[in-house]
């Protein structure tokens, strides 16, 4: 028997539940990465056939972490696991860049690229004169081709005078004119999915999301970015650590 076939099997001895059990050491083996993420799970047959438990055990397990978001279940397909994002709050990079170090296939589905007049907030923000213009974007960020949020940038066309010349990174873009993003404030706030967003994730309406506001500096000390990014909360995981 396969290593995480056999890390799997409950104790019978264990007063715990075998469903709960077999939930936690499958969950267990998800986070330590001995499943990848998008990789298909077995059957739950094939599940319970390996690991010498019912269909029943093992269904309810799946149930279980289907409902905490580390799995989910594509109808006609099977049952996957999720990719989820540790996003350390303290560090600096863009979603492409985040993706590929954890081992995802990041890309993104572009929405809207354009030169536009500037809103009252992107004036605030970005310091700009009234009548300003920016290069609006907004895109789906997709990872192994699950959306995992959308989002929203304006930048002063000084920056970014031609949005289509944009490739797969925005940050990569910038730091190639030489206007590299290299400090940021982030703000947070929940919300609930409007119709139009959760249409684009591919979610309920009113669904629990985080919001993103960033803004970016230049090395200058300039603002260049104005960046909301709305993000799926069974996706995401944002870790700050705190010292004394």
């Known amino acids: 028997m396969e290593t995480r076939w056999s890390a799997l099997m409950p104790d019978a001895r264990n007063v715990t539940p075998l469903y709960l059990q077999l939930a936690r050491n499958l969950a267990t083996a998800i986070h330590c990465g001995v499943w990848s993420a998008g990789e298909a799970l077995p059957s739950e047959r094939t599940l319970s056939d390996a690991i010498g438990v019912s ?57 809207e690229r354009d030169i536009r007049a500037a809103r009252r907030d992107e004036l605030v923000h970005l310091g700009l004169s009234p009548g300003a213009a920016v290069a609006s974007l907004r895109r ?58 959760a249409s684009l994730m591919d979610i309920e309406p009113r669904s629990a999301l985080l919001v993103i506001t960033r803004i970016g500096y230049s090395a200058d000390q300039r603002a ?12 995401y995981d944002f870790v700050a650590e705190l010292r004394t």
Request: net charge positive; aromatic share 8%.
């Open 55 to 111: 269909r029943i055990t093992a269904r309810k397990a799946i149930e279980l972490l289907v409902e905490q978001g580390l799995i989910r279940r594509a109808r006609g397909a099977g049952s996957f696991i999720t990719p989820r994002v540790e996003d350390p709050l303290s560090r600096l990079t863009g979603f492409t860049k985040k993706m590929q170090q954890r081992g995802f296939r990041p890309d993104s589905v572009w929405l």
């Open 140 to 197: 789906l960020r997709r990872a192994d081709g699950i959306v995992m949020a959308v989002e929203h940038s304006a930048l002063p066309v000084a920056v970014v005078p031609d949005p289509l010349a944009i490739g797969v990174s925005l940050y990569s873009y910038l730091e190639q004119r030489g206007a590299a993003v290299v400090r940021a404030l982030q703000h947070f706030r929940a919300v609930n999915a409007s119709s139009e967003i």
């Open 224 to 235: 260049i970015e104005l960046t909301d990014t709305y993000c799926r909360d069974d996706y």
